[in-house]
């Protein structure tokens, strides 16, 4: 019966994401944490699944010609190597349990950020509006990539909103559709590297990995279908005040 919880949480993140653009891992990890899943486990596979689920969606904006290539590489330059020495830093802890806590706390405050960008995104980019040439961006850009690699790989929290708020605001002539799939593109190599360090430090739950996945990618389909028909205006406000109540009780509690 396991396996159609896991499933059903798919379907329900996967319609989120796919119409309301964010959101996969920051509802995702908190719903598998209610699922009583321990913050290792829940992080890392919910990595793992991020990776595999986003692909799809990068592959299709890549022949679009949505992906900045070379924004997107200033991005990973600097978050993969981040992530990697993330997780050699985890390794040297001899169980899960010694950092439990820490991933909890930064899970928390990222929750909380996330909220912020999405409630405040329009505020934050009117009131900081850096006049940066484009070779300063990408300096900028990927220095961002590196502390989006770090929290990312602590809490799978972050690649798509705050990724999406780094580029608007490095990037301001970037047009949409370029934002979202550099974005993607950054992602799912991001998700995928600090999934397999998480798989390597025993962390990935493959049975709820399967079933987030067979739930997720119909639906992450279905969900982009409906974007049309449900107003973005209601739904993000709503995603954005669950994130911050699920941040502030892992943040404080």
């Known amino acids: 019966m396991e396996i159609f919880w896991y499933i059903a949480a798919g379907v329900g993140v996967g319609l989120a994401v796919g119409i309301t653009g964010v959101g996969g891992g920051s509802l995702?990890?908190?719903?598998l944490l209610l699922f009583g899943f321990p913050p290792h486990i829940a992080i890392g596979t919910d990595l793992m699944y991020a990776g595999i689920a986003k692909?799809?969606?990068?592959?299709?904006?890549?022949?679009?010609?949505?992906?900045?290539?070379?924004?997107?590489?200033?991005?990973?330059?600097?978050?993969?190597?981040?992530?990697?020495i993330t997780i050699w830093v985890l390794s040297g802890f001899e169980h899960p349990e010694h950092y439990q806590s820490t991933l909890s706390a930064t899970l928390g405050f990222m929750l909380v950020l996330t909220a912020a960008v999405l409630i405040f995104r329009?505020?934050?980019?009117?009131?900081?509006?850096?006049?940066?040439?484009?070779q300063q961006s990408r300096t900028y850009i990927f220095f961002g990539g590196i502390v989006l690699g770090v929290l990312v790989t602590l809490t799978s929290v972050g690649a798509g909103a705050l990724g999406t708020a780094?580029?608007?605001?490095?990037?301001?002539?970037?047009q949409a559709?370029?934002?979202?799939?550099?974005?993607?593109?950054?992602?799912?190599?991001?998700?995928?590297?600090?999934?397999?360090?998480?798989?390597?430090?025993?962390n990935v739950d493959y049975f709820l990995l399967l079933g987030l996945l067979i739930g997720s990618i119909p639906a992450i389909y279905v969900g982009t279908?409906?974007?049309?028909?449900?107003?973005?205006?209601?739904?993000?406000?709503?995603?954005?005040?669950?994130?911050?109540?699920?941040?502030?009780?892992?943040?404080?509690f």
């Open 28 to 31: 995702m990890t908190p719903l």
């Open 55 to 84: 692909s799809t969606g990068v592959y299709m904006h890549a022949r679009r010609g949505n992906v900045n290539w070379k924004i997107m590489g200033a991005m990973a330059a600097g978050s993969l190597p981040a992530s990697l």
């Open 122 to 134: 329009k505020r934050l980019l009117s009131f900081l509006n850096p006049n940066l040439t484009e």
């Open 166 to 174: 780094m580029l608007l605001l490095l990037f301001p002539l970037m």
């Open 177 to 202: 559709k370029n934002v979202v799939g550099t974005d993607l593109a950054h992602a799912v190599p991001l998700t995928l590297v600090a999934g397999i360090g998480h798989v390597f430090l025993g």
């Open 225 to 252: 279908r409906l974007a049309s028909f449900v107003p973005n205006q209601v739904l993000q406000p709503i995603l954005a005040s669950t994130l911050m109540a699920f941040g502030v009780k892992y943040l404080f």
